[in-house]
């Protein structure tokens, strides 16, 4: 298992199965949309932040020769999933942090009150 403390939330990986099909569906969808440019687990930085960010997935149109972590200001979309251990942070702190880098949209999901 492997543990890492984001925005002061201990996060744990692996994910819970309801989580993980989650993402996996929204996955599919988005790259029957966008093809390759939706990507998951991928590090980001952008100047407005004090820390890295890795959305659960996105839609991003930048350079994947560029060294990680790679610019923000290439991301179209963030999905965030929602895990028990992180409420706060998936609900506030990462749509907040997404605001500020101009991020144009961020969908979070819940899939424990399916919303």
Known sequence: MDVSVVDGVVMMSP???VHFRTQREID????????????????????EWDQKRSPNLIVWHGDEEDPAPYDADA????V????????ENDYVIKPDAYAVARI????????????
């Open 75 to 78: 991301i179209e979309l963030a």
């Open 80 to 87: 965030e999933i929602v895990s028990p251990s992180s409420v």
């Open 104 to 115: 144009p949209a961020c969908l979070v999901l819940d899939p424990y009150t399916r919303s």
């Open 28 to 47: 599919i969808q988005l790259r029957e949309q966008v093809g390759d440019a939706a990507l998951g687990e991928i590090e980001f930085t952008h100047p």
């Open 15 to 17: 994910v819970a199965p």
